[in-house]
């Protein structure tokens, strides 16, 4: 069985606390990790779709697109490279050399797109940026949300957004590197192939 590595979109499925005292995994990486070790076991992963992520996939070139036009973006170009190290492995979504990594989020719709949250939605995201800086060797990354219309063979209602503000359709979350983040997330790495070790000898 190879190596357990985290996935930067997964990242943030070690970075739950335990509500027991004394525990060292909580009940959600514990979750995640048993699914994990099956995956190993029986030669699959588990697929896991959804129209939201069958959108994201969809749309994401048009979503890059749109965002380097509003943000003012040179040469955006999706990057098909994967990144690797002891701990952790990931793909991001656009990554200018010299300045930022960046990651894409198509909102479904309006009322999911983030247009007045301050912070970040969903924390999972913050951590898997951290680990796309980590990978990539840059300091900084972006979180970017763009609303672009669902396409039709996914939806019954359609709205839109054509005619609505650039600035209405994209939000941008800054995110810096955290060296203290990635070393609590390769603790937790060490302690989660710990505990599929405990896991495999069950068996």
């Known amino acids: 069985m190879k190596e357990f590595k985290i996935r930067a ?12 005292k ?12 048993q699914e994990w070790t099956k995956e190993q076991i029986y030669g699959v992963r588990q697929v896991i779709t959804s129209k939201y992520l069958t959108k994201g996939i ?14 003012g973006w040179d040469l955006a170009v999706k990057n098909e490279d994967s990144y690797e190290d002891d701990f952790f492995t990931g793909t991001p979504d656009v990554i200018f050399p010299r300045d930022k990594v960046v990651d894409i989020k198509s909102s479904w719709d309006c009322f999911t797109f983030p247009l007045f949250e301050d912070e970040i939605p969903n924390k999972d995201y913050y951590y898997q ?7 990539t060797g840059l300091k900084k990354a972006e979180l970017v949300y763009v609303l672009m219309e669902t396409p039709e063979d996914l939806t019954h209602v359609h709205y839109d957004y054509s ?4 600035k209405h359709r994209v ?9 203290s983040v990635i070393e609590d997330l390769q603790q937790r790495v060490n302690n989660a192939r ?10």
């Open 9 to 20: 979109s997964a990242a943030g499925k070690l970075m739950t606390n335990p509500r027991k």
């Open 129 to 135: 940026l951290q680990v796309y800086m980590h990978l």
């Open 22 to 33: 004394g525990e060292v995994l909580s009940e959600t990486t514990k979750s995640y990790l």
């Open 163 to 166: 005619q609505v503000e650039a």
């Open 194 to 203: 710990e505990y599929i070790n405990q896991l495999i000898q069950t068996i």
């Open 58 to 71: 969809e749309v994401e070139q048009d979503s890059i697109n749109f965002a380097e036009k509003v943000l």
């Open 171 to 179: 939000k941008v979350y800054e995110v810096e590197y955290d060296h």
